[in-house]
């Protein structure tokens, strides 16, 4: 199976403190609906990094060439452990932390609910909340993944790689279920701002089937799958540089007022937005106020 993946961009960066490199590339177009994007990525720092992972509308597949990320559960602060070949984050509606001894080198590859959900055979509720590693989800094609991807002479060759696992997989999967298929692609297609209500009678089915359903085959209710994607979107606008008020933002995401929107961040963050702008976004740190 031949297909490509060209690189969309490459940012290196190198100084005294040490040096980053990150490379995102472009699924094969057969796999668009079910998976964002492609990130390869190398750093080197001299000593260790911690950082605040936000949740996204996606589930996220890490597969370690390095020394392995250390996850750290921000309810309790205790290690969710480490995973030498890598690890799949499911949906989750708060940040987690990452742990690096200075070290780190690796690909990420972010799946939309439902390519998730085709590609790992199994229900999300099993994912929810959780990170497991890869060798528990993929058995030893986890392991063999790796190892290929290591030695692969290029970013374009590994990605050509990782789109050929995918095809495989995802073009062989059982069908989902359309009342998950069209939840799904009406909440991304309405920037979260569809009602619950609207959905379940658009699909002729009630709420309670609808909520249950998608509880069950993406590991969220639509409810919180819409608040994640409304928020993503405000993440991406502020690390676009777009400057407005928090009223404004809210009410262009689909919020009810400011106040639901800070509740998020509060949330999805662990802190109001001026200290997410101030800790993330420093250039955009004094715009706007909390």
Same mark, same amino acid.
């Given at each position: 199976m031949t297909t490509q993946s060209p690189l969309t961009r490459v940012v290196r960066q190198a100084s005294e403190q040490?040096?980053?490199?990150?490379?995102?590339?472009?699924?094969?177009?057969?796999?668009?609906?079910?998976?964002?994007?492609?990130c390869g990525y190398r750093e080197s720092t001299p000593g260790p990094v911690r950082r605040r992972e936000l949740p996204a509308p996606q589930v996220v597949l890490i597969i370690d060439f390095g020394p392995p990320l250390r996850i750290v559960d921000p309810r309790t602060g205790r290690p969710l452990g480490r995973?030498?070949?890598?690890?799949?984050?499911?949906?989750?509606? %708060?940040?987690?932390?990452?742990?690096?001894s200075g070290s780190m080198?690796?690909?990420?590859?972010?799946?939309?609910?439902?390519?998730?959900?085709?590609f790992f055979g199994m229900p999300l509720h099993h994912l929810a909340r959780q990170v497991i590693?890869?060798?528990?989800?993929?058995?030893?094609?986890?392991?063999?993944? %790796?190892?290929?991807?290591?030695?692969?002479?290029?970013w374009e060759a590994r990605f050509a790689l990782v789109d050929q696992l995918l095809l495989s997989r995802i073009l062989a999967a059982r069908e989902v279920s359309p009342v998950i298929t069209w939840t799904w692609q009406r909440l991304r297609a309405s920037g979260g701002q569809v009602e619950i209500g609207e959905l379940a009678r658009e699909l002729g089915f009630s709420q309670k089937h609808v909520i249950a359903r998608c509880g069950q085959e993406l590991g969220l209710t639509p409810k919180l799958l819409a608040r994640l994607i409304r928020f993503d979107r405000v993440i991406q606008m502020l690390k676009s540089g777009?400057?407005?008020s928090w009223a404004r933002l809210a009410l262009e995401q689909g919020y009810f007022d400011q106040a639901h929107l800070i509740r998020d961040?509060?949330?999805? %963050?662990?802190?109001?937005?001026?200290?997410?702008?101030?800790?993330q976004l420093p250039s955009l740190g004094g715009t706007r106020a909390d």
């Open positions: 040490g040096g980053w490199e990150l490379v995102d590339g472009t699924p094969d177009a057969r796999l668009r609906e079910h998976v964002h994007n492609y995973h030498p070949v890598g690890f799949v984050a499911g949906l989750d509606d %708060t940040y987690s932390i990452t742990e690096t080198n690796g690909m990420q590859v972010n799946f939309t609910p439902v390519g998730a959900r085709l590693g890869l060798e528990s989800v993929l058995g030893a094609e986890g392991a063999l993944l %790796t190892e290929r991807l290591v030695e692969a002479p290029s777009v400057a407005e961040f509060r949330q999805f %963050t662990g802190g109001p937005p001026g200290e997410f702008l101030r800790r």
